[in-house]
Every structure is written in structure tokens, then in C-alpha cells.
């Protein structure tokens, strides 16, 4: 019988809220007993629209929980070599605990070499080739990137234990897909990675227990791929022109679509968006506590 489930949304807003609180109380702990404030950096080159705001967002929270923000804000025509250099100096300077390059940079820049410049100790987004491997080792002790740490706290929080589970992560860049399917792993998961050559995503979709999408493919996850009762995280941002002529955001997973099948799902906007920011504060902080 093909009865239809009630599917809760999992409130992305409320749990940054809660995450956020924290960090804050842990940044006043740490000045009192330590007299460190911890400093982040963000750097952004160009002006693309969408990075605009995810950094002015960044810096908002940045202030709100009680650490210092440090803004760069470069122009479109910045050299690979000027924006090696400014590492270096942020790399060198003690009030900077964290280092953030906002990705993607324009196209004359060659991303790598500039997020390997930065020391792992400041890699809040744990990008460099070190915390990735401490990822990978299983080791606790390195930065994991902040969107896929979201998705697994959000995972946690509504899962009682990810052992055994079939997870299917759809998208495989060094950002999201990739840490999120390791992540995932060391929690015990049995999970399977789809990227843009994957032939049978719709057939390997209808399996997952988790189903975790991250394509920048707007709804390309229908409600006929999901497996009854399965949980989704929603880390697609595709802005859309409503026939009334208004910007929406939009997910990877066709939302309604998906009700009455999936037992719980994060909404776009609202879920894992406000996450990542609450990660990267609290990755912020993790990184002024080794320094103290
Ligand atoms: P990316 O472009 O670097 O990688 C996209 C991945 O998806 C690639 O591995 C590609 O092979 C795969 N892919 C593309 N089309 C596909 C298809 N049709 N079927 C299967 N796989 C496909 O993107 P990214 O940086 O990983 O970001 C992905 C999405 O997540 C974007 O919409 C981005 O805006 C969003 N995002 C959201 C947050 C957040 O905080 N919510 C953070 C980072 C990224």
C-alpha cells in the first residue's frame, strides 16, 4: 500500500541559533580567561552577488558571537602572487586565528595554490591538503569544512545513530561532497557518492536512508528518487525569476515533491545555509583555543 508519511522539516535557523549561542558564551569564557579575542579573516575577491552576501552574513555573525573580523575585500583584477602575499601576512599575524578565501574566485586565479598557502591552523574551512587528510585518517583533531560539518551535526540531531544507515551523497567537490561522504563514513555509514558522470544517481537515490544533495543543479532530486522515510539534507542555493517576477531561492531536491515521502527534509532557505555559518564561528573559536 503506497501510503503517504508526514514529513518533518528539520529548522536549520533554530539550530545555528542554539550553536551560535554557545560560541558566543565560549568566546566571552575564552577573553576572560585568556584575554585572547579570537580574530577571523575573510577574504573576497571580485564582486560576485551570491558571495557578497554569504560573506556580509559571515562578518555579521562574526561581531554577534564576540570575535573579531578582519574584511578583505579585493578587487576583481587581484594577482594570484597579491593574493599569495596577503596570506602570508595573515598567516604571520597572531590576532588572526582563522583564515576563510570565499570560493569560487574568478576564473585567472588557480584556487588550490592559494587555499594550500594557508596555514592548517587557521584552515576554518578545512580545505588544505593537511586537514583533509586528518579527515580522512579519521583523526578528530583537524578542521573539517563547514557545510558538510553542518549537514552531519543536522544528521545527528535527528538521527539517533548514522551505524549502518545507506547515505548517498550526490555532488563530489573538495568543499562539500567529498568531506561529507568521509564524514559519513567514520560514522559508520555505508555510503556511495554520485557526481555529474554517475549514470544511476535516480536508481542509487531510491536506496539511501540519507540522501544528501550538493549539485547546484536546481530540484534535480525528484520525489519518485526518494526511498520512503528516507532524510535529506538540502544543500543546494540555486536563485530563481518567479513568474511574478521575484528572486527565490531555491534547493537541489524538488521540496514538495518529496512531502509525504521523505520523513525529514531541511528546507532552502532555512536549513543548512545558517549551519554552516554557526561551523565556521564555532571552527573560529576551536582555532583560538589551540593558540591560547
Ligand atoms: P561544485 O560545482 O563545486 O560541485 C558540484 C558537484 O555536483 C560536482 O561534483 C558535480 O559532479 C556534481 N553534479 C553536478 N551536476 C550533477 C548532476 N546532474 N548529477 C549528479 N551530480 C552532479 O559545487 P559545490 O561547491 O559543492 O556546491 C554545490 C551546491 O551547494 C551549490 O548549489 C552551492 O551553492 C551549494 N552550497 C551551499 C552551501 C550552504 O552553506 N548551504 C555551502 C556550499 C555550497
Given at each position: 500500500?503506497?501510503?503517504?508519511?508526514?514529513?518533518?522539516?528539520?529548522?536549520?535557523?533554530?539550530?545555528?541559533?542554539?550553536?551560535?549561542?554557545?560560541?558566543?558564551?565560549?568566546?566571552?569564557?575564552?577573553?576572560?580567561?585568556?584575554?585572547?579575542?579570537?580574530?577571523?579573516?575573510?577574504?573576497?575577491?571580485?564582486?560576485?552577488?551570491?558571495?557578497?552576501?554569504?560573506?556580509?552574513?559571515?562578518?555579521?555573525?562574526?561581531?554577534?558571537?564576540?570575535?573579531?573580523?578582519?574584511?578583505?575585500?579585493?578587487?576583481?583584477?587581484t594577482t594570484q602572487q597579491e593574493l599569495l602575499t596577503l596570506i602570508q601576512r595573515l598567516n604571520n599575524?597572531?590576532?588572526?586565528?582563522?583564515?576563510?578565501?570565499?570560493?569560487?574566485?574568478?576564473?585567472?586565479?588557480?584556487?588550490?595554490?592559494i587555499?594550500?598557502a594557508?596555514?592548517?591552523?587557521?584552515?576554518?574551512?578545512?580545505?588544505?591538503?593537511?586537514?583533509?587528510?586528518?579527515?580522512?585518517?579519521?583523526?578528530?583533531?583537524?578542521?573539517?569544512?563547514?557545510?558538510?560539518?553542518?549537514?552531519?551535526?543536522?544528521?545527528?540531531?535527528?538521527?539517533?545513530?548514522?551505524?549502518?544507515?545507506?547515505?548517498?551523497?550526490?555532488?563530489?567537490?573538495?568543499?562539500?561532497?567529498?568531506?561529507?561522504?568521509?564524514?559519513?563514513?567514520?560514522?559508520?555509514?555505508?555510503?556511495?557518492?554520485?557526481?555529474?558522470?554517475?549514470?544511476?544517481?535516480?536508481?542509487?537515490?531510491?536506496?539511501?536512508?540519507?540522501?544528501?544533495?550538493?549539485?547546484?543543479?536546481?530540484?534535480?532530486?525528484?520525489?519518485?528518487?526518494?526511498?520512503?522515510?528516507?532524510?535529506?539534507?538540502?544543500?543546494?542555493?540555486?536563485?530563481?525569476?518567479?513568474?511574478?517576477?521575484?528572486?527565490?531561492?531555491?534547493?537541489?531536491?524538488?521540496?514538495?515533491?518529496?512531502?509525504?515521502?521523505?520523513?525529514?527534509?531541511?528546507?532552502?532557505?532555512?536549513?543548512?545555509?545558517?549551519?554552516?555559518?554557526?561551523?565556521?564561528?564555532?571552527?573560529?573559536?576551536?582555532?583560538?583555543?589551540?593558540?591560547?
Amino acid at each position: 500500500m503506497n501510503t503517504s508519511i508526514e514529513t518533518q522539516l528539520i529548522d536549520g535557523k533554530a539550530f545555528a541559533e542554539k550553536m551560535t549561542k554557545e560560541v558566543a558564551a565560549q568566546v566571552a569564557e575564552l577573553q576572560q580567561t585568556t584575554g585572547v579575542t579570537p580574530g577571523l579573516a575573510v577574504i573576497l575577491v571580485g564582486n560576485d552577488p551570491a558571495s557578497e552576501v554569504y560573506v556580509r552574513n559571515k562578518t555579521k555573525q562574526t561581531h554577534k558571537v564576540g570575535m573579531r573580523s578582519f574584511m578583505h575585500l579585493l578587487p576583481e583584477t587581484t594577482t594570484q602572487q597579491e593574493l599569495l602575499t596577503l596570506i602570508q601576512r595573515l598567516n604571520n599575524d597572531p590576532d588572526i586565528h582563522g583564515i576563510l578565501v570565499q570560493l569560487p574566485l574568478p576564473k585567472h586565479l588557480d584556487s588550490d595554490p592559494i587555499i594550500q598557502a594557508i596555514l592548517p591552523e587557521k584552515d576554518v574551512d578545512g580545505l588544505t591538503a593537511y586537514n583533509a587528510g586528518k579527515l580522512t585518517l579519521g583523526h578528530t583533531d583537524g578542521f573539517i569544512p563547514c557545510t558538510p560539518l553542518g549537514c552531519l551535526l543536522l544528521l545527528q540531531q535527528e538521527l539517533s545513530n548514522l551505524r549502518g544507515l545507506n547515505a548517498l551523497v550526490i555532488g563530489a567537490s573538495n568543499l562539500m561532497g567529498k568531506p561529507m561522504a568521509q564524514l559519513l563514513l567514520n560514522q559508520g555509514c555505508t555510503v556511495t557518492i554520485a557526481h555529474i558522470d554517475t549514470r544511476n544517481t535516480e536508481e542509487l537515490a531510491r536506496q539511501a536512508d540519507i540522501l544528501i544533495v550538493a549539485t547546484g543543479c536546481k530540484e534535480l532530486v525528484k520525489g519518485s528518487w526518494v526511498k520512503k522515510g528516507a532524510v535529506i539534507i538540502d544543500v543546494g542555493i540555486n536563485r530563481i525569476t518567479t513568474e511574478e517576477n521575484k528572486v527565490k531561492l531555491v534547493g537541489d531536491v524538488a521540496f514538495h515533491e518529496t512531502l509525504g515521502i521523505a520523513s525529514k527534509i531541511t528546507p532552502v532557505p532555512g536549513g543548512v545555509g545558517p549551519v554552516t555559518i554557526s561551523c565556521l564561528l564555532y571552527n573560529a573559536l576551536s582555532a583560538a583555543k589551540k593558540k591560547k
